[in-house]
């Protein structure tokens, strides 16, 4: 029901514009400014300052310490005629589409389960977040384990049902797929709390109005829960994205990138370039780049966004 | 919401500005001219491989102790890392404009620092080639930039080959011989090859000693004993048939033969023919032959060297120079000093599995139990290295990765080291 009410009278737009804001808004102001200047000082220097620096020294030869000589698009061409980028590039693609939809298919699962009222939740609930809240050298140190060629469980499980040991590291063919387990892993309990507390924003007198209509579990789920999760999965898949376009420390601790670049993903490169190859320009235009491809993901899950909304 | 997001997306960028945004030079400390006794200030080291347990903090407490015989009053920082993570510690302080005092580093480190800047000429603090008499000739070179001496080596950390006797025998190999050529050493891997009935390896016919990305120092070695070497007067010489001869063998022992599991190393990282689980390898140049090392082990491990076209060693080394910008140059000379003490030599030899390179002031007695360390002293001047001027650290980046494809059969051998060519002559 729409509550109609009277409406104000109109205000001329020019007599709005020349409105001098009260002394108490122009307090307020202030406050709010003052409030907010350390994180405008912390944003400036630690994020915008030195993302316009990235912009240019990716426009010039810089090296370590030097800033470098301007050469135009230089770094940007040879990005693209340079076969370890490229690995890199569809590596760290084929990761985020492995990872993200399974994780985020995973995690609705999880969370579906976890808010009904079955016993031990808290447990499980807390059971599924734990890897997120332990620090990625310490389950990379547990996954190595796993994946030890000679005495690792993924290989005596293989032993078990008959199987030959794998190289789950050192085979290229093995390597990234092996990275995909741990991600997936790794960032379910991040998505399995966004989706539980979308699921806990959905009418429960939708879901009891679709039962007395007779409506079965699935259809339920199909037509109230789905589509209530919209909004959460929106927020997840953006995140989810950049966050896998920005794995690093798992690369770092388990494979430095290896076999023969098998696992080398965009965030890594960026970091063998200026860190091990000290060059800073070429690593910058990498650095661009990659940001433009975030972007660009980001931009097409929000034209779905819209679509949904219309 | 597109704030949040560009704010996400550009924070991954900061990390890397904050290394480039830096000014150069800057020192360590606060130090003063004159009475060394009366110098005050800290002296910032970075010093890769020394352990941050109490083992390498014990060695390293003697060297400072040693520093402090001179320089009392001088604190000495030191910054523990991996020789993997020297880059990146080295170029974060100088772009935060807050360079080490002193920089010890690898052997292919010093020409590439040298020609960026980062350490300074020792022959403006006193030092020259004349100084490092009792050094084996062939390890001054790689200290040497444009005809002037940026380092000073501490001790060597050469690669041995060894074998077991009782493998050898095992297989039908006369444990009184070792592979004299590349040839030889293949065969002899396989028939020092053991497998279980499923086909799993138990004994290793060769190890490499390496995990992926890294048969770098092995290709070297096999290289050169085929005559080739790395690099030849700052040019590279690994684009060659000695260069591609060796690679092609590695790739056939893991891959064709299966002498040798690629990447494979044991938990403690050790050389698997020191502890039986391999039949012959690379190995350490530092061995405990006592009760409290592998002891009796010992008796079974005999060293030898690759004879094929040349006879060499393979190794790497301990080198220390003053970083550029350096406040305290002279605490800095003394801190090398301290660090070149034989004394300090054998202490990390004995930590870092090296041998002392003034193997003349060593007390003998860290031969004693360490026949490895004897054999590695008396084959230093067959050494060959892992450097190559100013692109090197570009170069080295590259260079296991593109190996481990070759080895694994993902791409071909000429086309690899073809393309490490250009890297190295900087076309790429």
């Known amino acids: 029901m729409v509550i109609a009410s009277e409406a104000p009278a109109p205000v001329p737009a020019r007599a709005a514009r020349r409105r001098r804001p009260s002394g108490v808004e122009r307090a307020r102001a202030r406050a709010g400014w003052i409030l907010l200047l350390p994180a405008l000082v912390h944003s400036a220097i630690f994020i915008a300052i030195p993302a316009l620096m ?75 977040y734990i890897p997120v809240v332990t620090a990625t050298v310490a389950v990379s140190a547990v996954w190595l384990w796993i994946y030890n060629p000679s005495a690792g469980l993924g290989n005596q499980v293989l032993s078990f049902f008959g199987l030959s040991r794998s190289g789950w590291l050192t085979d290229p063919d093995v390597a990234l797929p092996a990275l995909m387990v741990i991600g997936i892993w790794q960032s379910l309990g991040t998505k399995m709390i966004l989706y539980l507390a979308a699921l806990q924003g959905i009418s429960p007198e939708l879901v009891e109005a679709a039962k007395l209509d007779g409506a079965s579990r699935w259809q339920v789920f199909w037509n109230v829960t789905w589509p209530g999760l919209a909004p959460a999965h929106f927020f997840v898949l953006v995140t989810s994205i950049a966050s896998s376009f920005q794995v690093f420390d798992l690369v770092y601790v388990t494979t430095g990138g290896g076999p023969a670049n098998a696992t080398n993903v965009l965030a890594f490169d960026i970091f063998t370039n200026a860190f091990q190859r000290l060059q800073t320009g070429y690593a910058s235009a990498e650095t661009v780049v990659m940001l433009v491809i975030i972007a660009a993901l980001i931009y097409l899950g929000r034209l779905t966004q819209r679509n949904q909304e219309v | 919401m597109r704030g949040k997001l560009s704010a996400a997306a550009l924070a991954a960028l900061t990390g890397l500005v904050l290394a480039g945004c830096g000014s150069s030079g800057g020192g360590g400390g606060a130090g003063s001219s004159g009475d060394p006794a009366s110098v005050t200030g800290t002296l910032r080291v970075v010093a890769p491989n020394f352990s941050a347990d109490n083992k390498g903090q014990e060695v390293f407490q003697g060297v400072v102790d040693r520093f402090h ?194 990447g494979y190393m044991n938990s403690a990282q050790t050389a698997l023919v020191t502890t039986g689980e391999a039949g012959m390898g690379f190995a350490s140049p530092y061995v405990d032959c006592s009760e409290a090392g592998i002891g009796a082990k010992c008796d079974d491990l005999v060293y030898f060297t690759l004879k094929d076209q040349d006879e060499i060693m393979y190794s790497g080394g301990r080198l220390a120079g003053i970083g550029a910008g350096t406040d305290m140059p002279e605490a800095a000379a003394a801190f090398i000093d301290a660090l070149r003490d034989p004394a300090s030599q054998a202490a990390i030899s004995a930590m870092d599995v090296g041998v002392p390179l003034n193997a003349d002031a060593v007390d003998p007695s860290f031969f004693e139990n360490n026949p490895a360390g004897q054999y590695a002293l008396d084959h230093l001047d067959k050494a060959v290295f892992e450097y190559g001027g100013a692109t090197f650290l570009d170069f080295r980046a590259e260079f296991g990765p593109a190996l481990d494809a070759a080895i694994l059969g993902e791409r071909p051998v000429d086309d690899v080291l073809a393309e490490l060519e250009q890297t190295a002559l900087g076309e790429r």
């Open chain 1, 54 to 128: 990235v912009v240019w020294f990716s426009f010039t030869d810089a090296r370590v310490f030097s800033g470098g000589e301007f050469i135009g698009f230089e770094n940007f061409t040879e990005l693209f005629g340079d076969r370890t980028f490229r690995g890199a590039l569809v590596h760290t693609l084929l990761y985020t589409i492995a990872v993200v939809p399974v994780a985020m298919a995973i995690a609705v699962l999880v969370a579906v389960a976890l808010n009904q009222q079955i016993r031990a939740r808290g447990f499980f609930r807390t059971l599924f």
């Open chain 2, 69 to 262: 015989e001179e320089y009392p009053q001088v604190e000495v920082e030191g910054d523990f890392i991996p020789y993997n993570n020297l880059n990146e510690k080295i170029s974060t302080a100088l772009a935060s404009g807050d360079n080490y005092d002193v920089v010890m580093a690898g052997v292919g480190w010093v020409q590439p620092l040298a020609d960026l800047g980062a350490i300074e000429s020792l022959e403006d603090h006193g030092y020259s080639v004349d100084d490092l008499e009792g050094v084996p000739e062939n390890f001054i070179d790689p200290v040497m930039w444009e005809d002037e001496l940026y380092a000073v080596p501490i001790v060597a950390n050469p690669r041995l080959l060894a074998y077991s006797k009782s493998a050898f025998e095992a297989a039908g190999l006369d444990p009184t011989k070792p592979p004299q050529s590349l040839e030889e050493l293949r065969e002899y891997a396989k028939k020092l090859t053991v497998r279980d009935a499923s086909g799993n390896i138990t004994q290793t016919g060769f190890d490499f000693w390496a995990d992926p990305s890294n048969y770098r120092q092995q290709f070297v070695a096999f290289m050169g004993a085929l005559g080739g070497r790395e690099f030849e007067d700052e040019e590279p010489g690994f684009n060659s048939d000695a260069g591609r001869e060796a690679l092609q063998l590695i790739h056939d022992m893991i891959q064709v033969d299966q002498s040798s599991t690629y």
